[in-house]
């Protein structure tokens, strides 16, 4: 709740997150796709993901 409450007045959203978390299912959405403007990983993701990142205009970076 607090990480929305903070990203609504942020100007810039950075997820920095490893490869390890990509592929998984979890029980609660922090925040979605469309509110990032960057990702910082250590491995490429597969290509679904980056194409998701890609209609939601978030550069991913590894």
């Not at 607090?2 to 490869?19: G, H």
């Not at 403007?37 to 491995?43: C, N, R, S």
Request: net charge negative; no cysteine; charged share 25%.
């Amino acid at each position: 709740m607090i990480k929305k409450y903070y990203n609504q007045y942020s100007d810039l959203t950075v997820l920095l997150v490893d490869s390890t978390k990509f592929n998984n299912s979890y029980f609660y959405e922090t925040l979605p796709l469309s509110s990032i403007d960057f990702i910082v990983t250590d491995a490429k993701p597969e290509n679904q993901f980056l194409t998701s990142a890609e209609k939601n205009k978030v550069e991913v970076i590894y």
